[in-house]
């Protein structure tokens, strides 16, 4: 079962990607409307009405209390999407006639995105006209970064709509469920890439972060490594390593001098020839020259990066080839940050 709620402002085309996920995957369409108009726990409501439709698919419209959000989310099926397009795009497919104006149109906007209220005299009115005098409504910026993913919408073409949702939906084997899909369950490399990045976060190199894992063939984690200088040795952002610290030394330039350890060296050192046969290393960041002889002395079977780092990438390649390497890149739609400014 999947739940998924449609976060948006004005003709964003939240009912347009509702009516796809209706008519072409058979999920049932839920107005989030209809549920704060019965002036109770709404988030509530619709939960409740969700446990009746139990295990059909959901996609619930308009959300835009970050209450209910929130509690939603505890949901594990949930998956919040946010919808987002031009402010003109949007201004000509908008639905409501009383917004007859662009200004009048980007008035209304600017209060759902940011809370700002227009000083105008009407513009309670218009509010009211338009059923947006509600308390528990949240300015929709803050909603949407809650969403596990923004879609923009910047055409009014449904085929290629369709594809991208097509592609959101995608199902790697006809057995499994929608609860199984990449927008619930990222697949091995996706997931392992993710920790690569979160172990990036504590790297302490001035120059970059880079974070590497070491996962054997039963997709367990055998080592985590991150780059910086040395155990026992001033750490490269407190000034450890002179090379790094020469702003006039380029990316890839002179890394006989530095002093800081590779992630993919850390990591390599850490789980040590035996665990490293057969597994796959994962990598933010592609590997450099030296890193890669490594790996191809370790063991190490396939490697997966999401980030392209240096210009010798080709002679990498050719090398990882060479050593029977496969090497892959694995796009991540958002890296993932530790740090969120409330
Ligand atoms: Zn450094
Ligand atoms: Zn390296």
């Keep these: 079962m999947l739940i998924i709620g449609l976060i948006g402002s004005l003709a964003s085309g939240k009912h347009f990607i509702a009516d796809i996920f209706r008519k072409k995957h058979g999920f049932i369409a839920l107005e989030y409307k209809d549920f704060k108009s019965q002036k109770q726990d709404a988030a509530k409501e619709c939960?409740?009405?969700?446990?009746?439709?139990?295990?059909?698919?959901?996609?619930?419209?308009?959300?835009?209390?970050?209450?209910?959000?929130?509690?939603?989310?505890?949901?594990?099926?949930?998956?919040?999407?946010?919808?987002?397009?031009?402010?003109?795009?949007?201004?000509?497919?908008?639905?409501?006639?009383?917004?007859?104006?662009?200004?009048?149109f980007v008035q209304v906007d600017d209060f759902l995105q940011f809370g700002v209220k227009s000083h105008e005299s009407d513009f309670e009115k218009l509010l009211v006209r338009l059923h947006l005098e509600d308390e528990d409504l949240?300015?929709?910026?803050?909603?949407?970064?809650?969403?596990?993913?923004?879609?923009?919408?910047?055409?009014?073409?449904?085929?290629?709509?369709?594809?991208?949702?097509?592609?959101?939906?995608?199902v790697e084997s006809k057995a499994q469920q929608l609860t199984?899909?990449?927008?619930?369950?990222?697949?091995?490399?996706?997931?392992?890439?993710?920790?690569?990045?979160?172990?990036?976060?504590?790297?302490?190199?001035?120059?970059?972060?880079?974070?590497?894992?070491?996962?054997?063939?039963?997709?367990?984690?055998v080592a985590a490594g991150y780059n910086g200088t040395p155990d026992n040795i001033k750490k490269c952002d407190q000034g450890g390593c002179e090379r790094c610290w020469d702003m006039s030394i380029d990316s890839g330039e002179r890394l006989d001098e530095c002093i800081c350890i590779h992630g993919e060296e850390s990591a390599l050192l850490e789980a040590g020839?035996?665990?490293?046969?057969?597994?796959?290393?994962?990598?933010?960041?592609?590997?450099?020259?030296?890193?890669?002889?490594?790996?191809?002395?370790?063991?190490?079977k396939r490697v997966v990066y999401s980030q392209e780092y240096s210009s010798g990438l080709e002679r990498v390649r050719k090398l990882f080839k060479e050593a029977g390497i496969e090497l892959v890149k694995q796009e991540l739609q958002t890296v993932p940050r530790l740090i969120k400014l409330i």
């Design 138 to 170: 949240s300015p929709l910026n803050k909603c949407m970064d809650s969403c596990d993913l923004r879609l923009i919408i910047n055409t009014n073409d449904q085929a290629d709509l369709e594809s991208k949702i097509e592609k959101l939906l995608t």
């Design 273 to 300: 020839r035996r665990q490293c046969c057969g597994a796959t290393l994962y990598v933010t960041h592609s590997p450099c020259r030296q890193c890669s002889k490594k790996i191809a002395q370790s063991g190490i």
């Design 47 to 104: 939960l409740e009405k969700v446990k009746e439709a139990w295990p059909k698919n959901i996609v619930v419209i308009g959300i835009d209390s970050l209450k209910t959000l929130t509690k939603m989310r505890d949901n594990p099926q949930f998956f919040g999407i946010g919808v987002e397009g031009p402010v003109i795009l949007r201004f000509q497919r908008r639905k409501h006639a009383i917004l007859d104006s662009l200004e009048k």
């Design 180 to 221: 199984t899909t990449h927008l619930l369950c990222p697949n091995w490399d996706v997931y392992f890439s993710m920790v690569a990045w979160i172990t990036a976060s504590h790297g302490n190199c001035v120059r970059h972060r880079v974070g590497c894992i070491i996962a054997d063939t039963d997709q367990r984690i």
